[in-house]
C-alpha cells in the first residue's frame, strides 16, 4: 500500500509514536555507571509518575517485589527519584546529611501549602542549608529551638495537653449513659482541640470556633494536590475556603496577642518571638506558617492513637492485658471536699514505663501505620557507602531521594514472617531491653531500635518518627499524647459496635505520598458506656 493510501490515523499514531520515542531519548535521564540500578518503566519520561500519583506508595511496595534493590533509581521527566528500600541504605543516606537536605522541600511547602509570600520566602531560603556554617537563618534556628524545647520543655508541654485533654474524656457517657460516637470523628475532634489549646493556650482558635477543627482535615486531606494543581481557589475550592478561615482565625490569633496569654505555651510564644521579632515577617504570615506547627501537633498522633484503640479493642485477649497494666498506673482517691465524685489518678509516667505490652503495642501500630516516606533534595553529587554491604552508589545533585519506609516496615527478613499482620508482642524485646539499659531515666525512646525475638538490633528499621539529623524532636509529646488518650479509654470505658459483634478495625483509606499516618477509609460507630465500677468517677491525668 502506497504512504498516499495509508489511513491518516495510522500515520498520525507512527508520527507521535517516532516523536514520541526521539523526545525520550534526548530528554531522559542517562544512567551515569556509578549510579544505583535504573527501573524501567513501559511508558518513557511519564510512566513511574503516573504510577506515583494513582498508587501513591504502594507503587513502591509493587517494585520492591519485582526488582529488590536496596537503592534504585526511578527515571522521571528530565530528572530522578532515588529510592532507600534497606535499612543499611537508609543509615548512609543520613550519613551524608550535610548533602542531602530536607530544608529546600520544607521552604517549597510553605509557598504552596502555607501561602507564603515573595519577602518571607527570602527570609526562609537565607543560609537554609547553613552555607554561611553559622546556623544562622530562620529555618536552621527554629530546628534548633525545637529540639531545645521538646528536652528542656517537655514537662510543662505534656502537663498542658493532659489539662486540657481530660474534660473532653470527663464529659463522655457521663453516669451511667450510654453514648453513640462515630469513633474517628470523636477521637479527631475532641483531640484536635485538645492538642491546639495545650499548645496555643485558652485563645487557641480551635477553643473559640470548633468547626475549624473540620476546616482543618480538609485542608490536611488536600496538601497533596495543593503542591501539584494550580488555581487552588478555583479547582480546589472547598479546601481553599477552609484554608482560608484557618489563615483568618491564626491571623486573629496573632494580632490580638493571644499567644501572650497565661496557659499558652513556652514554644509557641518562643515562636512568635523569633519569627515576628527577631525575622521581622508579619503577623499573617506568621499566622500562616502557625499551620505547620498544627501539622506537627496533630496529622500524625491522631490516626495513631485511633489505630492502637482499634487494634487493643479487636483483640479481647489484648484488651484484658493492657487494662490490667494501665489498672496499675491508677490511684483512686475519694472526692474533693466532700464531693461524690471520686477522683481517678494516671500516672502517664508509669504508662511508659511499666507498661511493656502496652508500649509495645504502640510500637507495633507506629510499624504497621507510621510508613511516612522520608524526603531528601541531593544539593550535590554525592556518594553513599553502604558498610554492611560495601557498595557504593552516586546520587546526582538536584535529585529527590526518599527512604520507603512502607516497605522497610514489612521486610520479612526484618519483622519475621508474620511481618504484614499486626502483632502487640512484636517489639516486647525492645521495650524490655531498652527499660533496663535505661535505669535511672524516666522512659525508654519510642524511636528506640528495633530488636527481634534473638535479640538481634536492626538500626535504621524502624522509622516512624524520622532518623539522623531529623528525627521527630516531639516523639515523647506524641507519646504522652497518644497513650494517656488511648489509656483512659481503655481504663474508664466499655467500647461495644451497636448489634453486639466484635469490634473490626475499618480498612485505611490507602497510601500515599505525600502523607503521613494512613486514616481510616470510614468510621465506626460504637456505644460508650463507662466501665462498672468507674460511673462516678472524674479523670486526672498526671506525669
Known sequence: ???????????????????????????????????????????????????????????????????????????????????????????????AHKTLSFNPLVVQAMRAIFAFDDPSMQV???????????????????????????????????????????PHINALAPTGKLESISLWYWLRHHFSIASAASLYGPGSPLTLDPSLENDFWLFENSIGPLFSIPYP?????????????????????????????????????????????QFGLTKRIFAQGELSMMFAAVVNTVPVTFWLLSYILADRELHAEVRAEIDRCVDIASGESGGSRRRCVLNVTKLKSQCPLFNSALRETLR?????????????????????TGEE???????????????????????????????????????????????????????????????????????????????????????????????LFIAGFEIDMPDGAPYKPPPSEGSKMIAGVSKPGMDVEVQVRRRAGYNDVEWVCEM
Not at 3 to 30: D, H
Not at 470 to 479: D, E, S, T
Request: aromatic share 8%; proline share 4%.
Open 1 to 95: 500500500m502506497a504512504l498516499s493510501e495509508m489511513p491518516w490515523t495510522l500515520i498520525a499514531t507512527g508520527t507521535v509514536a517516532i516523536a514520541a520515542l526521539f523526545i525520550s531519548r534526548i530528554l531522559a535521564p542517562v544512567k551515569d555507571a556509578q549510579e544505583p540500578p535504573f527501573i524501567p518503566t513501559s511508558i518513557p519520561l511519564i510512566g513511574h509518575l503516573i504510577h506515583l500519583l494513582c498508587q501513591g506508595a504502594a507503587y513502591l511496595s509493587a517494585i520492591d517485589k519485582t526488582h529488590h534493590h536496596g537503592l534504585y533509581t526511578l527515571p522521571i521527566l528530565t530528572g530522578r527519584l532515588y529510592i532507600v528500600n534497606s535499612p543499611d541504605w537508609a543509615l548512609a543516606m543520613h550519613k
Open 124 to 166: 526562609l531560603e537565607d543560609n537554609m542549608n547553613n552555607e554561611r556554617g553559622d546556623r544562622s537563618g530562620i529555618l536552621l534556628e527554629m530546628h534548633d529551638m525545637m529540639f531545645g524545647a521538646f528536652v528542656q520543655q517537655i514537662d510543662e508541654l505534656n502537663a498542658n495537653f493532659l489539662r486540657c485533654w481530660t
Open 233 to 277: 481557589s478555583i479547582f480546589l475550592r472547598k479546601a481553599y475556603q477552609a484554608r482560608q478561615r484557618l489563615f483568618d482565625a491564626f491571623t486573629e490569633y496573632t494580632e490580638l496577642d493571644r499567644y501572650k496569654l497565661p496557659g499558652t505555651s513556652r514554644l509557641i510564644q518562643t515562636r512568635a518571638e523569633m519569627t515576628l521579632r
Open 368 to 388: 504497621i501505620t507510621a510508613t511516612m516516606n522520608i524526603n531528601r533534595l541531593v544539593q550535590d553529587d554525592t556518594l553513599l557507602a553502604n558498610h554492611s
Open 393 to 487: 552508589f552516586l546520587v546526582k545533585k538536584g535529585s529527590g531521594l526518599a527512604i520507603a519506609a512502607n516497605v522497610m516496615h514489612f521486610q520479612q527478613d526484618i519483622w519475621g514472617d508474620d511481618a504484614d499482620v499486626f502483632n502487640a508482642r512484636r517489639f516486647l524485646p525492645t521495650t524490655e531491653k531498652s527499660k533496663s539499659e535505661g535505669e535511672g531515666s524516666k522512659t525508654a525512646d519510642i524511636a528506640a531500635t528495633f530488636r527481634d525475638v534473638k535479640g538481634k538490633l536492626h538500626s535504621g528499621a524502624f522509622r516512624s518518627f524520622g532518623g539522623g539529623n531529623n528525627v521527630c524532636p516531639g516523639r515523647q509529646f506524641a507519646q504522652t499524647e497518644i497513650q494517656s488518650v488511648v489509656a
